[in-house]
């Protein structure tokens, strides 16, 4: 087993050599970290062995490649998601899975590009997938119904979640904040020709500096209301 070599200064000024063993829990602390810091396409199992200060052979010994690799983070985020109380109506049971899922991806850089690059196959996300499932099926959709409404709540965070990134990404890049991004597409939206795009220049201020929070919170209740009207033609 691969170990990194740690020194702990003792009393009288002796130099303890100890080993930390190199573990899969390690090893994913780290690429977390590093997902972090460099983003998923500069991700690599050298620089994980690198601040790891192991070789990088060392890592394959616990994860098999870089394909596995992103499977088991996609799998160790998904663990941090927590869960609406059963008792709850379904409809509030959503909308707390909504957060929560939108939370997790909010949680660390490039989620949504991890998620959509890997299939669910850790435990962790199956068991998000199954209590999803199960909420949708107490509500009383039909079991071809519950797949098709799980994909388009998943769907809408994971959009959500993705344009966000997105635009804070592109102020990062070419401005020097995201308030300066949106006021020059403000300054953009407002010399439109007024008898041509008279909503997108009356709407610019909603458009250009955009509340999240009500925004998702706003799209998330149009789709449970929206699944809450279907299941009641369904029963009726």
């Known amino acids: 087993m691969a170990r990194r070599r740690t020194y702990t200064q003792q009393p ?15 090893i994913l602390d780290t690429a977390l970290q590093l997902l972090d810091e460099v983003g998923l396409k500069e991700l690599s199992m050298r620089k994980i062995a690198d601040k790891l200060q192991v070789k990088t052979a060392s890592l394959y010994y616990h994860v098999k490649d870089k394909e596995e690799l992103m499977q088991l983070l ?7 998601m927590v869960w609406p109380e059963p008792s709850l109506d379904w409809r509030e049971q959503l909308y ?3 957060e929560q899922f939108r939370a997790i991806l909010l949680s660390h850089r490039d989620t949504v590009e991890l998620f959509n690059q890997t299939i669910a196959n850790g435990y962790e996300r199956l068991i998000q997938i199954e209590k999803l499932y199960q909420i949708l099926v107490s509500a009383g959709f039909l079991d071809m119904q519950v797949p098709w409404a799980a994909s388009i709540l ?3 965070v994971l959009g959500f979640v993705a344009e966000d990134a997105q635009l804070r990404a592109t102020a990062e890049n070419h401005h020097s904040s995201y308030e300066e991004m949106s006021d020059q597409y403000d300054q953009f939206y407002s010399q439109l020709p007024q008898e041509q795009f008279p909503n997108m220049i ?16 706003f799209g998330i209740s149009v789709l449970i209301d929206g699944l809450s009207s279907r299941l009641s033609q369904e029963k009726g």
Not at 74 to 80: E, H, L, P
Request: aromatic content about 14%.
């Open 202 to 217: 009356r709407l610019a201020s909603y458009t250009t500096k955009p509340d999240w929070e009500k925004e998702f919170h």
């Open 12 to 26: 009288g000024g002796e130099i303890d050599l100890s080993y930390v063993p190199l573990d899969r829990r390690r």
């Open 96 to 98: 707390q899975w909504a």
């Open 74 to 80: 996609s799998d160790r985020i998904c663990g941090g």
């Open 154 to 156: 998943k769907n809408y």
